[in-house]
């Protein structure tokens, strides 16, 4: 067929599954005939779908329900294709499944990947070959497989956090060798044909929207051609009117305006609404966020609209939901905050990017509010480096004022994890009563470069005198300085943005570390709040900032799990928007929640 030799079923015995030919037009999902230039599958009975490459060449179609997984794969190749999940990115340690099509019949081999080089076949052969075939530019490969494999020495788990899906292909089929039994028909270098690419593959699909319906509006919240600064991290500012409206309307769907080619320049943006009533100054083109020329009126806008991040697509809300626009309790004015990520601090680079906002008269039967939740972002948390995993914490203690004027619970319909380049993990807890109940929120495997809104299902309801706790995890194994709180890529972010309704006045609901409560670890009884931190006590360090001891000390992977046990058992302060009277009073940390155990529940069909 191309030359090579011919693999017999024979070859396969129990190491791969076959399926018999089956003419397209009968196969579920099937697509028109490819062009050699290659277009995009027809999803046909699929809910989501992704080019792995740039080029389009490996487009993956996906459903699931409670238990499996079902993928469909339209490949520019006539010869194997490979799908994996790996823990980084790379081999090491990847669910492997390798197809192809030869002579009419499908294959289809569950494997392992051991290091960078032919993974071995699986013990246990856990994926299901449903349906393949080849036309002349083309292999088309439909198979299936367990979320919760019954093989979780060899088979990674899919979940709802993000996955690193790896690919590969190559011209040619796999050849049979004289290690057929032990590690299958032998798989040819796939050469530069591969790749990875972070996507959730578990995420809701947002509801439709009809954008052409006379009924949705829109308006556009964008930077001005703003010149970014050749600087790795900038922040930058502009206050904006909203439209005037006679009548209460509802925003309804959020997406981001990407200037070509600032994909990776537009980081991530957040929009905050100004103090009702205030006229707030607009300065022509914006300026630098947090800067001391900035105008003072802009600290005041502080309330959360939405937010948005790299790698997202923006957002529709549930249709039973909307973010008000146009009544008396509705500032006029909002903040852009763009933040711009240039580590490479490229000058020159003028900037029109935002986001677009659909709105609509017709409003729906809840108000949207959004509540920041995690750890303040100061230089007070301090991540130790050289640590291969460590934990900070962060309080939301000033619920029950708001429910208690709200007169009943919010439901919890969606929440972005956001922390930056060492965040590996970032989860909200609801606790009640001191028992864990659900995760408002989650992700264990953290992607700095894919920031999604994921709506969740079910929703959770968060009452009256239950605790949410967000923690985020952090490894720092290539740093040699600690790494800080800060705005900076660089330097680390630890929230949640959850988005609930019924709307409450509480916008940003925090708990911060205190320097002095963090010093003694390092001999330290006394330093200035304010960084780097300079020691008043004891006198033989005053000459120093806790800064150079920290970054002095000897720290390995044990003394930062040492230094993150530490910091739990300190006090913290409460910090919430609006002002709370307890704002910045130290306070004992909350008991860790109990947990339930995972391992005692069984895998279905295992």
Not at 549 to 572: G, L
Request: hydrophobic fraction near 35%; include cysteine; aromatic fraction near 10%.
């Amino acid at each position: 067929m191309r030359g090579v030799c011919t693999l017999l079923l024979l070859l396969c015995g129990s190491t791969c599954l076959l399926a018999s030919v089956i003419p397209k037009e009968q196969i579920l999902g099937a697509v028109k005939d490819f062009q050699q230039s290659g277009h995009a599958a027809d999803a046909g009975d699929f809910t989501h779908q992704a080019s792995l490459d740039e080029h389009g060449r490996f487009h993956l179609l996906w459903k699931f329900d409670s238990e499996t997984i079902t993928f469909e794969a339209h490949v520019q190749t006539t010869g194997y294709i490979g799908l994996g999940f790996s823990p980084n990115g790379g081999m090491t340690g990847s669910d492997v499944i390798i197809g192809w099509v030869k002579d009419g019949q499908a294959f289809i081999t569950d494997r392992f990947a051991e290091g960078y080089f032919e993974p071995r076949l699986d013990a246990h052969q856990d994926v299901e070959l449903l349906s393949g075939y080849e036309n002349g530019t083309h292999t088309v490969l439909r198979f299936r497989r367990k979320l919760r494999p019954c093989d979780t020495a060899e088979d990674r788990e899919i979940t709802e956090d993000t996955q690193r899906v790896i690919w590969s292909f190559n011209d040619l089929d796999p050849l049979e060798n004289s290690l057929a039994g032990q590690n299958g028909p032998h798989v040819l270098y796939h050469g530069s044909n591969r790749g990875s690419k972070s996507i959730i593959l578990l995420q809701k699909n947002p509801p439709t929207l009809d954008i052409q319906d006379s009924n949705i509006l829109s308006f556009e919240l964008t930077s001005s051609n703003v010149l970014v600064p050749a600087k790795e991290t900038t922040y930058w500012c502009n206050t904006v009117r909203l439209p005037i409206l006679d009548r209460k309307h509802h925003i309804v769907k959020i997406e981001p305006i990407i200037q070509p080619g600032h994909e990776a320049l537009f980081h991530h943006a957040v929009v905050y609404q100004c103090k009702l009533g205030q006229v707030p100054p607009m300065l022509d083109g914006g300026h630098e966020c947090y800067h001391p020329n900035m105008p003072e009126e802009w600290n005041h806008c502080k309330s959360i609209m939405t937010a948005w991040a790299v790698g997202g697509k923006g957002f529709t809300y549930p249709n039973h939901v909307g973010f008000s626009l146009g009544t008396d309790d509705d500032p006029d004015y909002v903040m852009l905050e763009m933040h711009y990520d240039n580590p490479d601090r490229i000058s020159g680079e003028r900037d029109s990017s935002g986001l677009r906002f659909y709105y609509t008269p017709i409003v729906r039967m809840y108000d949207a509010g959004v509540l920041d939740v995690g750890v303040n972002t100061y230089a007070t948390h301090v991540i130790p480096p050289r640590a291969e995993s460590f934990d900070t914490t962060g309080f939301c203690l000033g619920l029950d004022q708001y429910l208690q004027e709200l007169g009943s619970p919010i439901k919890v319909f969606a929440s972005m994890p956001h922390a930056h380049l060492a965040g590996t993990a970032v989860r909200t807890k609801l606790v009640r009563n001191g028992v864990f109940q659900s995760y408002v929120g989650r992700d264990e495997t953290y992607d700095f470069d894919l920031q999604e809104i994921r709506l969740l299902d079910p929703e959770v309801i968060v009452q009256e005198g239950d605790l949410l706790i967000t923690e985020c995890t952090y490894k720092t194994t290539d740093r040699t300085q600690a790494t800080l709180g800060g705005l900076g890529s660089r330097e680390e972010m630890c929230m949640n943005f959850i988005q609930y309704y019924p709307k409450i006045k509480l916008s940003i609901c925090y708990t911060g570390l205190d320097i002095n409560q963090q010093a003694p670890f390092f001999g330290v009884y006394y330093a200035d709040w304010y960084y780097p931190f300079p020691i008043h006590y004891p006198a033989s360090m005053v000459n120093q900032t806790l800064i150079d001891v920290i970054n002095q000390h000897p720290w390995t992977n044990e003394e930062a799990e040492r230094f993150e046990q530490y910091v739990r058992n300190t006090q913290v302060f409460s910090y919430c928007e609006p002002a709370s009277v307890n704002n910045y009073q130290l306070i004992d940390q909350p008991a860790d929640p109990t947990m339930p155990d995972d391992n005692s529940v069984s895998i279905p069909g295992c």
